[in-house]
């Protein structure tokens, strides 16, 4: 099956670096309001997830949402969490370490959207 979001080796030695300080960790992906549109990563619960919001599946041992109306946008692409040097959102604990997590995004082919993982 095609899983809906990836993750980099560099993202995962970053997200295994905020385990080991804050625990158990999620992700969401922000639709733009206050800092962008960037993945934010919060200690698991630090973030109340909405009803509508979608859970497209696990990276590193954490959930990965995205708000349902954003989602419908982005329901054809695959994503991939990456880690860029500088500051991203401040609200994600990742800007403590002075880096900022980021998505890159392609299209799934026809073949992969008639494989794909189910939302979690």
């Known amino acids: 099956m095609t899983p809906r979001v990836l993750i980099t080796d560099k993202a995962q030695e970053v997200i295994e670096q905020l385990q080991k300080e804050y625990g158990k960790l999620m992700f969401h992906q922000s639709g ?3 800092e962008g549109s960037y993945p934010h990563c919060f200690e698991e619960g630090g973030f109340l ?3 509508h919001d979608v859970c497209l599946g696990e990276i590193a041992g ?16 695959q994503l991939t969490l990456d ?14 370490l002075d880096v900022g997590f980021i998505i890159r995004s392609r299209m799934f082919t026809e073949e992969e ?6 939302l979690c």
């Open 49 to 51: 997830v909405g009803e």
């Open 113 to 118: 959207l008639k494989d794909l993982y189910p």
């Open 83 to 96: 880690v860029v040097d500088g500051r991203g959102a401040s609200f994600s604990l990742e800007s403590t």
């Open 32 to 34: 733009g309001c206050c």
């Open 62 to 77: 954490c959930k990965f949402y995205m708000a349902h109306d954003q989602f419908e946008y982005w329901k054809h692409t």
